[in-house]
């Protein structure tokens, strides 16, 4: 299978921005272990303007500027960690930043779609967020759900799962309604389905469940099934690969 993996900043990071090391490692454990298996993963990774915050010792940034300056020392962070951890099992990985530009013109599309192919094909490890440094307001992605299906689409993946602070969709937030059920299986996405999405995610990340539906329909539009679970556990991916029922899964549509 080829799986694109989306990692939240609240997977990866302690409430105070600082890297979650434990957590981190158990995740690169398994995701080497996928890919020994045969499988092709790409990670598309959240969290860097939160450890880049960490370092600095700042407070989460409201202003662009500081935000962009955060996220240059976080993503340095973020890819040595990733370099080190995947490199304990021979793993290679590669970084690549984009932003809504590549996706929006078919000649930066087209290198974007065969640098990708060409590193899957090394067997190296794509390791994906967005270009927050320069990105502007006009050309930002703004959450990494979106990335995480448009990089799905442009290379054909089988699977999109997305690893939260959340086990799925429910019928009712959660958090608020004690009795809501987690819905295993999303054929369409209606405005029905839609409406159950809302709200921000944590205070260190940016996207919601309504950014995650609005990925899932940008996905399964294109034929990709996604999975919204809970990246608490790292082992969870093994039961996904395996045709698990796990979290939510959004089908794709079939030609």
Not at 61 to 76: E, I
Not at 229 to 241: F, M, P, Q, R, S
């Amino acid at each position: 299978m080829r799986i694109v993996v989306k990692v939240g900043t609240s997977t990866l990071a302690h409430p105070g921005g600082l890297l979650n090391i434990r957590h981190t490692e158990d995740l690169v454990k398994v995701w080497s272990d996928i890919q020994n298996a045969g499988h092709q993963l790409i990670v598309v990774s959240s969290a860097a303007t939160g450890l880049g915050a960490g370092k600095l010792q700042i407070e989460k940034p409201s202003d662009l500027v500081t935000k962009q300056a955060a996220a240059a020392v976080g993503q340095c962070e973020l890819m040595y960690t990733y370099d080190r951890l995947f490199g304990q099992y021979n793993h290679t990985v590669a970084q690549m930043l984009l932003t809504w530009e590549d996706f929006d013109h078919e000649n930066r599309l087209h290198n974007l779609q065969n640098t990708l192919e060409r590193l899957l094909q090394l067997h190296a490890i794509p390791i994906i967020n967005e270009n927050d440094p320069v990105a502007c307001e006009e050309y930002s992605l703004g959450d990494n759900d979106t990335l995480a299906a448009l990089v799905a689409k442009c290379i054909h993946a089988d699977l999109v799962v997305l690893m939260s602070d959340i086990d799925g969709l429910y019928t009712a937030d959660p958090h608020t309604h004690p009795d809501a059920k987690l819905i295993p299986v999303v054929e369409e996405i209606t405005p029905e389905i839609e409406l159950l999405a809302g709200g921000a995610g944590s205070a260190l990340g940016t996207g919601g469940m309504l950014t995650k539906v609005t990925a899932a329909k940008r996905a399964t539009e294109a034929g990709v099934d996604m999975i919204i679970t809970n990246g608490a556990h790292a082992e969870v991916l093994y039961d996904i690969v395996e045709g698990k029922p796990v979290g939510t899964r959004f089908v794709g549509r079939k030609a």
